[in-house]
């Protein structure tokens, strides 16, 4: 059953607001590199939230929980120079093996 419109028009505006900062990060990535870029980042944070309140892996302390998703961030904003393999599809070697 497809999704209904409205819903899907949400998606592109809370996508939008992650493709905003990626495109002043990363302004050479191809435009639908940077949609996909968006949704992973995206489903990672998605990820340490809902686990974390939930409380699947570990239990964490809302301020702790708030920092490991700052530092993820964090880490993803810093590592440019990887994300940029994306588009050239130089992907480092550990990744390419099967």
Do not use: C, N
Request: glycine share 6%; charged share 30%; no cysteine.
């Amino acid at each position: 059953m497809p999704l209904p419109e409205w819903f899907v028009e949400q998606q592109h505006r809370l996508f939008a607001q992650l493709e905003r900062p990626l495109e002043a990060l990363l302004p050479e990535l191809d435009r639908d590199v940077r949609r996909t870029l968006a949704r992973t980042v995206f489903s990672a944070v998605h990820g340490i939230v809902a686990l974390g309140l939930e409380e699947k892996l570990v239990s964490l302390s809302l301020p702790d929980l708030a920092g490991q998703l700052a530092a993820t961030v964090r880490a993803i904003a810093t590592g440019r120079d990887e994300l940029r393999a994306i588009d050239r599809g130089d992907w480092p070697a550990d990744l390419r093996r099967s």
